[in-house]
């Protein structure tokens, strides 16, 4: 069933995994021959293995045929995902690199390189982290953040699971919603936003979130002071809708 899979881009292992892949039942294909991390009912997230290069894939199913029909021949969040990644890249930002995105029946695969021992941000803080090494992922985040913020580009869903770390630092990862806004002068306030939503549930010291603060104004070259402002507002939305969905957890960074 080759013929039923359309290559939308190509960054090298296109071909190889257009050619093994199952179209017709790309999850069932993904359990029996890679290592499945997260699956629900839109999407099906592993670990493969291809040509000896670990990579990282993600399956999008379409939730109706129409828009199966739109993702194969109009984009979609893998297109999206895969631009963003050749955009940052060639920005000099940190982002696993593109392999390929395909277009199947029933959806689409993003395939990238795999960041080897990486461990996201919320499981490492989960896991449980001595306060020296807090710091020092706090001053690795908000360098990462400042750099992405420097160069004009916003996340877009910037939680602390989209945060990864290795040994050599943080990368950016779930790439659908970046944004270059152009003229805007800085793209930075939804990110930082849901950043320091997380925080707040997932209970970050104070001292600690001061150490990511510091670190983000010193790396983009402006005070705190004159950024919160326009971090509030959009924390005060995303606040609301977090209580609303699991009620009153963790405690305020940032004033009401």
């Known amino acids: 069933m080759t013929g039923a899979v359309r290559v939308q881009r190509d960054g090298g292992l296109a ?3 257009a050619a093994a892949i ?5 999850v069932s294909w993904l359990e029996r021959h890679a290592q499945v991390v997260k699956r629900d009912r839109n ?4 670990l493969l293995t291809l040509q000896q290069q670990p990579c990282f894939i ?6 109706s045929a129409l828009q199966g ?7 979609g969040r893998a297109v999206r995902a895969y631009d963003a990644a050749l955009a940052l890249g060639r920005a000099d930002l940190p982002v696993p690199r593109p392999l390929a995105c395909l277009a199947l029946p029933g959806g689409q695969l993003l395939l990238t390189e795999a960041v080897t021992g990486g461990r996201d ?5 989960q896991a449980g982290v001595a306060a ?13 953040l400042a750099r992405l913020h420097r160069a004009g580009f916003s996340h877009g869903d910037c939680k602390w699971s989209n945060l990864l770390w290795s040994d050599s630092g943080f990368q950016l990862i779930d790439l659908e919603g970046v944004r270059q806004p152009g003229a805007k002068p800085w793209p930075g306030p939804r990110d930082l936003a849901r950043f320091v939503l997380n925080g707040e549930d997932l209970g970050l010291p104070a001292a600690a979130f001061r150490h990511f603060t510091d670190g983000y104004s010193a790396a983009l070259g402006r005070p705190w002071e004159q950024l919160q ?5 959009v924390l005060r939305r995303l606040r609301r809708r977090h209580h609303k969905s699991y009620g009153a957890r963790g405690h305020r960074l940032l004033p009401e």
């Open 58 to 63: 993600k399956y999008y199913r379409a939730r």
């Open 229 to 233: 402002p326009a971090v509030l507002p």
């Open 69 to 75: 029909l739109w993702l194969r021949h109009a984009g």
């Open 22 to 26: 199952d179209p017709a039942d790309p």
């Open 121 to 125: 941000l919320r499981s490492l803080w």
């Open 43 to 46: 999407s099906c997230v592993a």
């Open 15 to 17: 071909s190889t995994l």
């Open 132 to 144: 020296g090494e807090l710091e020092t992922l706090m001053a690795g985040a908000a360098r990462t």
